[in-house]
């Protein structure tokens, strides 16, 4: 079975630095997708950032590009000058090819400091 | 373009109760997933509705069920509760098997 691995329980930043949250994740497919999402203090899981497995270049959304390590089973967050919106749980995600059975890591909670 | 909404926001029951949690999907989607968040912990998958047929299924028991209607607008319903059916209950919405984009949630808590 698919599993997701977190391994920062709690993340801190300064406002407007750059910080990196960890994931990690065990597969035999060859075919998956990975997902980023925030999920802020008002519940909602918001959609950060999406990449699919068979793309080599690693996604980009503005601030938010990821380090996709396939090999390695890795794939990291890196958030560009950080802002105190940025501030919630990021909870990394990841779904084989053919199904819409996503599995979640236990989250990271992300503070920024002004 | 509305997104994915469920209701109600918090709800109370009491053990061995039923429970009832409904959720529209985004506009132009047509599957609905259903997610079971525990404080604390990241959500897992409950089981998925698409053309009117739950498609897949995770590690759940059979007190937990659901539905989907024809406007593909979908109910969890959980019977029997137990304490530990408290969570933060999620529902998310795609295009048969693509991106899922999440509603708000349910936050049901059994006393």
């Known amino acids: 079975a698919q599993t997701v691995t977190q391994s920062q329980p709690e993340m801190s930043v300064q406002e407007a630095e750059t910080v990196t949250l960890s994931c990690t994740y065990d597969?035999?497919?060859?075919?998956?997708?990975l997902f980023w999402y925030k999920q802020p203090p008002s519940r909602q899981m918001i959609l950060v950032i999406r990449?699919?497995?068979?793309?080599?270049q690693n996604a980009t959304e503005n601030r938010f590009s990821v380090n996709f390590q396939k090999a390695a089973k890795s794939f990291s967050l890196k958030i560009s000058d950080s802002q105190l919106g940025d501030a919630a749980m990021y909870f990394c995600?990841?779904?084989?090819?053919?199904?819409?059975?996503?599995?979640f890591g236990a989250g990271t909670r992300l503070t920024v400091k002004p | 373009d509305a997104g994915v909404t469920q209701s109600p926001t918090h709800l109370i029951k009491t053990r061995g109760q039923q429970v009832t949690l409904r959720c529209s999907p985004k506009?132009?989607?047509?599957?609905v997933s259903w997610y079971q968040q525990a404080l604390g912990q990241g959500p897992q998958f409950i089981f998925q509705?698409?053309?009117?047929?739950?498609?897949q299924r995770g590690n759940f028991p059979d007190r937990f069920s659901g539905h989907q209607f024809p406007n593909y607008s979908s109910e969890l319903n959980v019977n029997a509760l137990l304490l530990g059916d408290s969570a933060l209950y999620l529902c998310?919405?795609?295009?048969?098997?693509?991106?899922?984009?999440f509603g708000p949630g349910t936050r049901l808590t059994v006393l």
């Open positions: 998310a919405s795609s295009l048969v098997v693509d991106t899922q984009y």
């Open positions: 597969t035999s497919e060859s075919d998956y997708y």
């Open positions: 990449q699919e497995a068979y793309k080599q």
């Open positions: 506009s132009g989607h047509d599957t």
């Open positions: 995600a990841y779904r084989s090819g053919n199904n819409n059975d996503m599995r």
């Open positions: 509705y698409y053309e009117e047929e739950e498609r």
